[in-house]
């Protein structure tokens, strides 16, 4: 059996534990399709937030509390940039993080294309799934923003952590995305899938910049696998996140059915076959779209993987 898996942030390494864990017991093979819209340059570094969330969650080397980074962390480099005034400071990178975007930025500059430095990253974290970045192209979640500097587009990472998601938002452009490439292995995974998951992420600054690489949401809704996907909601509030507040811009209702209906039914043009949601939101409806409601709590990487088991037997 081959299982691809949409992902993005920490919902999404953390589901991937729990895809593992099941395809190890069935003898499956992964395949994560990750989200790159949250990569930024910074101090000449190439940072990849959610490939590196899935990298050293998989690998045991994350940090459990924090979500993101490494565990054991120390922050020496961030405050002698601080002790310099570089800028930005409202963006910190640890110690031994750096040495991930170091490898990373000097693999990119030498040529390598960002699938060939994710593989040779994760030969170090021996994740137990295939990664790959959604494209090796420039593809940047950038929110349209407003406030007493009138209107322009900033970074989603400094939106999502300078501003913590609280500044007036128009809307969310993926800067790059007309031009951008599925990375190669990208579209023959989903091709020889037997089964599409999209991960517990966040639908709208997770998910969407991977499916809208050129091909890429094609190759799902009109490939073979069955894709059933995981509400990131759970009695009307995100599991961890600012998904409410992504929502809210969109205009779509932060409830497990509102996110089925933004992805919509594959019969009608949508997305999914399946909707997973939690028992708390037994009784949502997605049209087209078969709906199950199971503990959907990822408390640890059996409870998740049970969920995996129900995504498969939704199918
Ligand atoms: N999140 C923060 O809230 N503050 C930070 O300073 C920060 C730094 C950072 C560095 C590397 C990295 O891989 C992730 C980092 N994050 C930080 C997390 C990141 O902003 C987001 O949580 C994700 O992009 C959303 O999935």
């Known amino acids: 059996m081959r299982i691809v898996v949409l992902a993005g942030g920490i919902g999404g390494a953390r589901f991937l534990l729990g895809v593992r864990a099941y395809a190890r017991d069935v003898g499956a093979e992964v395949t994560a399709v990750v989200n790159v819209g949250d ?28 979500g993101w980074g490494r565990v054991g962390e120390s922050w020496t480099v961030k405050q002698e940039l601080a002790a310099y005034g570089a800028q930005p400071t409202w963006f910190g990178l640890g110690d031994k993080d750096i040495a991930t975007h170091l490898v990373r930025s000097t693999m990119l500059n030498g040529g390598y294309p960002l699938s060939a430095v994710t593989e040779a990253l994760a030969s170090r974290w021996e994740p137990g799934v295939r990664l790959l970045p959604a494209t090796d192209d420039r593809l940047e979640t950038h ?70 690489v050129p091909g890429l949401r094609e190759a799902v809704v009109d490939g073979p696998a069955p894709v059933v996907g995981v509400s990131p909601i759970i009695g009307g509030a995100p599991v961890r996140g600012m998904a409410d507040r992504c929502l809210a811009v969109l205009g779509a209702e932060c409830s497990a059915a509102g996110v089925g209906r933004l992805y919509g039914g594959r019969a009608s043009g949508g997305l999914l076959d399946g909707w997973l949601v939690a028992e708390e939101d037994a009784g949502t409806v997605v049209p087209e779209v078969t709906v199950r409601a199971v503990p959907l709590r990822m408390t640890d990487e059996a409870a998740t993987a049970a969920m995996v088991r129900a995504a498969v037997e939704l199918t």
């Open 39 to 66: 990569d930024l340059w910074l101090h000449g570094l190439k940072i990849c937030p959610d490939l590196d969330s899935v990298m050293y969650t998989l690998g045991g080397g994350a940090d459990p509390e924090r």
């Open 143 to 212: 929110a349209v923003v407003e406030d007493d500097q009138g209107q322009r587009a900033i970074h989603f990472q400094e939106w999502w952590v300078r501003y913590r998601a609280d500044i007036a938002t128009h809307r969310f452009v993926f800067v790059g995305a007309e031009t951008a490439k599925p990375a190669p292995g990208v579209l023959d995974a989903i091709a020889s899938a037997d089964l599409v998951l999209v991960a517990p992420s966040n639908p709208v600054v997770s998910v969407a910049p991977v499916l809208a």
